[in-house]
């Protein structure tokens, strides 16, 4: 199974908006706003899209920050593949509110709650939030990561 998906941080006054995600893949976990790509949507569209169903605000001020790719295995053979764009957006329309699928909580820039995240974030994350761009490949069996590696997109 091959996913198309995205991840959104709005970042204003030196905080971040993150989600508690309620259901699905993470549930429990914080991290961005996002989910799967749909038929005919560009992913910058679906960024702004999953913030407005999960969180119900209009991002703005949109930037591409990088490419992730999660390989699951379940054991020798591969259950899932999650190409991933991530955006940061510099303001929002509206007031963030909580969903079925969504808590949003401001945190410090310097206070990821990382322990509650998935393990691969910690690795990232803080390039994004300090603007650069990145390209990731995070490798898991049975969601525990057994590999990585993350390099800066030259621009
Ligand atoms: N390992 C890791 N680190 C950080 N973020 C993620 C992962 N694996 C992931 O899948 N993700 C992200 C990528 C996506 O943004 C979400 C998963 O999206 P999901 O909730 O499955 O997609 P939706 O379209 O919102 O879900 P449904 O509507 O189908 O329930 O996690």
Partial sequence: MILLETLLYIIKNGKVLLIRKKRGLGAGYFNGVGGKVEDNEDVNNAAIRECIE?????????????????????????????????????????????SDEAEPLWFNINEIPFNSMWEDDSLWLPLILSGRRIYGRFIFNKWRMISHEVHSICT
């Fill in 54 to 98: 999960e969180i119900g605000v209009k991002p703005r001020g949109l930037k591409w920050m990088g490419l992730l790719e999660f390989w699951n295995y379940d054991n020798n053979a591969i259950e899932s593949i999650h190409f991933v764009h991530v955006f940061t957006a510099s303001d929002y329309n509206g007031e963030p509110r909580e």
